[in-house]
């Protein structure tokens, strides 16, 4: 099965400082067909102000997962981690039994981000925050991992789940291949760029939903970057 959610149609949300819009139900935003996609949660696309963000909050027993797609953010939390994730960075947080952070815009123009949340196949470990930049020219024409729990996926960033996270930078007329395996279900978005996957255009920002088994075939339609993440079927 194979599913596109375009951008247009997904779930948002506004103030003065944050646009926001919600590939799955999140916070005011409910809807019943949308509640998350196999053990990916949440997916959310958002833009923040200069000098703004998430004050002081806490999480517990999540893996969220946060790709700069523009600008940066600054991290601090509890536990003294702090650090800048820059555009084409991921930065993973394992909330585990529990974290207090922060996420800030600290620069002079806008900053954009998807925050993404798994759920952990292990409860109750101890939370923890690490960052890493991932260059363009290593995910040029491939699918490469970001953040995974899978033992294979070495340079990843961990997390605590059987899920991956891949990233890739396709120049226009270059294509990628992704197997979603029995029992597997994958979700794609499209950071920049127009891509056609299986046939079917997206543009950027549109969601991807597929439930394995399936192979999939995605074609850069115009120069971008796309994240997928594949995760067990079951929540």
């Known amino acids: 099965m194979l599913e596109v959610r375009r951008f247009a149609e997904l779930g948002g949300f506004e103030n003065d400082w ?4 919600h590939h799955f139900s999140f916070g005011h935003y409910y809807d019943p067909e949308r509640l998350g996609h196999g053990a990916l949660l949440v997916w959310n696309d958002d833009t923040i102000q200069p000098g703004r ?3 002081l909050h806490g999480h517990r027993d999540m893996e969220i997962i946060t790709y700069e797609r523009n600008g940066a953010i600054t991290h601090r939390d509890h536990l003294g981690n702090e650090g800048r994730t820059e555009a084409g960075d991921v930065q ?7 974290i207090l952070h922060a996420e800030f815009n ?7 981000i998807f925050q993404i949340w798994v759920r952990p196949n292990k409860t109750g470990i101890e939370p923890r925050w690490e960052q890493r930049s991932f260059p363009k020219a290593e995910r040029a024409a491939r699918l490469v991992p970001l953040a995974s729990g899978r033992e294979e996926d070495e340079g990843a960033l961990p997390i605590q789940q059987d899920a991956a996270v891949l990233g890739a930078a396709l120049s ?6 992704h197997e979603v395996g029995q029992g597997r279900s994958a979700y794609l978005v499209a950071a920049t760029g127009r891509l056609q996957v299986d ?13 394995g088994p399936k192979m999939i075939e995605i074609e850069a339609l115009e120069d971008g970057e796309l994240l997928l993440v594949d995760v067990p079927a079951a929540p």
């Open 199 to 211: 046939g079917r255009e997206v543009e950027a920002r549109d969601g991807v939903a597929v439930t």
């Open 106 to 112: 600290e620069e002079t123009d806008t900053t954009q």
């Open 92 to 98: 993973v947080m394992s909330a585990g039994k529990g």
């Open 53 to 55: 963000g998430f004050d």
């Open 172 to 177: 226009s007329g270059q294509s990628v291949t």
């Open 18 to 21: 944050l646009k926001a819009h």
